[in-house]
């Protein structure tokens, strides 16, 4: 299906690997003008022919830069995809609420949370005067906010609500806002030797490996497999699309089935 998005133009945020680079080379392909933002620029990310910009999006005025770089270089912008996450690293995040300081509060919900409210806040002047949207990548934690550590699962439930208030707000302007809430997926989280999910396996008395090849089954994960960031990649292109044009304050969870409840 043609997604009708050639020369169109978008700022991604986190694009250097994982989720963030497949959705700029899904836009790429798309044909869209792309401008990447992320702490370092990966040869990957080059190859995509995006423009990538370095910039650290958890300090306060990180997405305004980049949203400024990407006017100067763009003009106006047709969407957004705050995609920018993490602070689910392996040192300390399994050690339950008592274990985590105002600190890890503070640098976790900046990253995941405040880094999509002040490039919104950036981006939505220029959003507005094209009809654009804006896409916020979440997690299916947010609605399951046991299953992961406790500052990420409520900094990503409080992105997903930020996406239904602004969908309110904007909609009737001109400007959709929908979020897609990916299960597990084979990123840095689970994949890092020294992240979440090595962490997790050490703790459960397992090899890395083992973890991730029984991880979706024990999550509920009636697909038995990993969620593929290029899958997530393809609703962003979807919702970026004129053929979505009825779709505002969605929430996609993309987590094959593990969340059970209707």
Do not use: C
């Not at 609703?235 to 409840?261: E, R, W």
Request: proline residues 5%; charged residues 15%.
């Amino acid at each position: 299906m043609d997604m009708n998005l050639t020369g169109k133009t978008a700022v991604v945020t986190g694009a250097s690997r994982g989720l963030g680079l497949a959705i700029v080379a899904a836009l790429r392909a798309e044909g869209m003008r792309v401008v990447a933002g992320s702490r370092t620029i990966s040869p990957e990310l080059k190859e995509t022919g995006a423009t990538a910009v370095a910039v650290d999006l958890s300090a306060a005025e990180g997405p305004a830069e980049l949203i400024g770089a990407a006017l100067a270089e763009l003009g106006e912008l047709d969407l957004l995809v705050n995609n920018v996450g993490g602070g689910d690293g392996g040192e300390g995040q399994l050690d339950g609420f008592l274990g985590f300081t105002d600190e890890h509060w503070h640098q976790t919900h900046e990253l995941n949370f405040l880094s999509a409210v002040r490039a919104t806040r950036a981006a939505l002047p220029s959003l507005l005067r094209r009809g654009g949207s804006v896409v916020n990548i979440s997690s299916n934690g947010a609605r399951m906010p046991h299953a992961g550590p406790i500052t990420y699962t409520t900094a990503k439930a409080a992105l997903t609500a930020f996406g239904k208030a602004l969908a309110e707000e904007f909609g009737p302007q001109g400007v959709r806002v929908n979020t897609i809430s990916p299960g597990p997926s084979l990123t840095s989280m689970w994949e890092d030797p020294n992240g979440y999910g090595a962490a997790l396996a050490a703790k459960m008395g397992l090899e890395h490996h083992q973890l991730l090849a029984g991880l979706p089954s024990s999550m509920g994960m009636t697909t038995g497999k990993f969620v593929a960031p290029e899958e997530i990649a393809t609703l962003v292109t979807y919702l970026a699309s004129p053929h979505a044009l009825s779709v505002n304050g969605a929430d996609y969870v993309m987590d094959g089935g593990a969340i059970k409840t209707v």
